[in-house]
């Protein structure tokens, strides 16, 4: 099982740059996972796409119905956010550098990840890649 960022799980549903890799990516995996607050993220960002004008309501609806669909089927793995999910994120920020920049749905996926056993995240954010390593996880970018 592999563990995706919302910016990936979005390449899923929309023609992206780096869409095509990240669906032969999730093509292969035994199972995709992410933090369940990653629904909410991935819908404010099909939303912002919509009020950018670059999706229509019509197309808005049919990926939020291909979003709902796979998940009522099962295809995403949502991690449920515990104390020891923000526990852990809390631990970690006490120990970061000044000059490393990192959001704290970023820290939440990460922190996530490496409670629910995972040792890679699978990301093109820069910010989480690069933090990535302060959580004991390997970030991984598979889009050139």
């Avoid at 796409?49 to 793995?77: I, Y």
Wanted: proline share 3%; hydrophobic share 45%.
């Amino acid at each position: 099982m592999i563990y995706l960022d919302t910016c990936y799980i979005l390449k899923c549903y929309l023609a992206e740059p780096g869409a095509p890799e990240v669906r032969e990516l999730v093509d292969v995996a035994d199972g995709v996972a992410s933090s369940v607050h990653a629904r909410v993220e991935f819908m404010a960002a099909v939303h912002r796409h919509f009020r950018e004008n670059r999706l229509t309501a019509s197309e808005m609806s049919s990926v939020l119905d291909a979003f709902k669909a796979d998940c009522e089927q099962g295809f995403w793995h949502w991690l449920d956010l515990d104390r020891n999910v923000v526990e852990y994120a809390e631990s970690v920020f006490r120990t970061l550098p000044n000059t490393l920049f990192i959001r704290a749905a970023d820290a939440i996926h990460l922190s996530c990840a490496r409670q629910n056993g995972f040792a890679a995240i699978h990301s093109s954010d820069k910010h989480l890649l690069q933090s990535a390593s302060a959580f004991g996880l390997s970030g991984i970018n598979v889009i050139p």
